[in-house]
């Protein structure tokens, strides 16, 4: 099959069913180093972290990048996350998550997550036994330079 008989999709769209989201306080840990004799302290992803981004990429190993040739260094994108939580929305953040995402689907491309230009989150209540995150990007079509 040649490569102009692949469908090109004009956005990459990731369904994750996840018991629950990662919080913030779930996402990362505090860590210590020493580095020249002096110990420096920083935040690492936790075992929670990445197990989900795990998650995605293993989703996204399923994926023909074929489909995707958009998805490359030379493009600015737009990223929208909707997430479906079963419990009290309003008690959870949706920044943390976005980022954990973002980092799994960009890495996997090999892309620098830097070019995302548009960012859309939104939070959504649904009873449902386990809470859902819809991902999609897209190449963006705004110039950043005018």
């Known amino acids: 099959m040649s490569s102009s008989n692949i469908d090109v999709a004009p956005t990459l769209r990731i369904i994750l ?13 505090p860590s210590s180093m020493m580095k020249g004799g002096k110990r420096h302290h920083f935040l690492r992803l936790s075992d929670a972290a990445k197990k989900f981004k795990n998650k995605v990429t293993k989703q996204l190993k399923n994926l023909d990048k074929k489909k ?9 994108y737009t990223f929208t996350v909707l997430v479906y939580f079963n419990k ?11 980022k954990l995402l973002q980092d799994a689907v960009f890495s996997f491309f090999k892309v620098d997550d830097a070019r995302v230009i548009d960012l859309h989150l939104r939070k959504n209540y649904k009873n449902a036994p386990k809470e859902y995150i819809i991902a999609e990007i897209a190449p963006s079509d705004r110039d950043i330079f005018k």
């Open 17 to 29: 069913e996840v018991k629950n989201v990662v919080s913030v306080n779930d996402a990362y840990v």
């Open 68 to 76: 995707y040739p958009w998805f490359n260094s030379k493009n600015l």
């Open 88 to 98: 009290s929305p309003l008690n959870r953040d949706l920044d943390n998550i976005c």
